[in-house]
């Protein structure tokens, strides 16, 4: 591999689930297939089969989303390290913040689906159905974003929850309070006031039930030291301790995932290409809103695959 290169992983996050997710990788590596075997007998059910075949109703369901864009990540990653493509940092958006972890060796693989399957169960159990909300909010500075949420809480909970570039910033709360903002961000300039369709309102206060419930799983958890130094969401800070990951993991369920800052401190510690190891673009798409200049490869199935061995070749390629 170029040493010219500094390579981060990103990992993501709920939303990049799709049918069809590892199966190519799983039927071409053993590697890929032995991670979604592990997953099933980590949860008791045929996480494989939800994620090669779906229905697309229960892959949408949140405490099967969040341990299948998890372990369809760790395929594609394990796939990747085969390869002998090996990054200095990682990061993941939310949820793939576990991904990340479970790709530096700081949390067991097992342990890390049956965590994000409570998580997600958590989150949806924190908020009933209908009383929360998501929105997406474009083109508008982060400061407008928030007076926004400010004026339209009315008391209830409206907070900026994605902070995802400079185009993009996901707001959260209650289903009211996102909908005055969402409105209100059209009336002072917004390019589009989206509201998502999500089960729960995450990354708020509203979600601190969940955090409170997840913080013992994770207090139980053994946490390692890492291979790979990594980037947390919450405080957008670079890691490499296994306290300092199990802490922040817990706040993240609260606070806001502070994506753009994330990114934007990678690129200052010198990363030069980014790989989105995982279902979907979304990822990349972000960083071409944060720095045009900088690659975004993909690794989601056998055609990216080859692409992202492809760039790093001639070096790389004496390992495949």
Known sequence: MSSSQ????LFPGQGSQAVGMGRDLAALYPVAQETFDEADE????KLSQLCFEGPEDQLRLTEITQPAILTASVAAFRVLFSKGIVPTYAAGHSLGEYSAHVAA??????????????????????VPVGEGAMAAILGMKLEIVREACNVAAQGQVCEAANINSPDQIVISGSKAA??????????????????????APFHCALMQPAQDRLAADLKALTFRAMEYKLITNVDAEIIDSPESARDALIRQVTGAVQWEASMRKLIDAGVTTFVEVGPGKVLCGLMRQIDRSKTCLNVENEESLAKTVNHFAPSSATVL
């Open 6 to 9: 500094t390579i981060a992983f």
């Open 42 to 45: 980590a949860l008791g059910y």
């Open 105 to 126: 060796g700081t949390i067991d693989f097992a342990d890390a689906v049956r965590t994000v399957r409570n998580r997600g169960k958590y989150m949806q159990e924190a």
């Open 178 to 199: 996102v909908e005055r903002a969402a409105e209100l961000a059209k009336q002072k300039g917004a390019k589009r006031a989206v509201i998502l369709p999500v089960s």
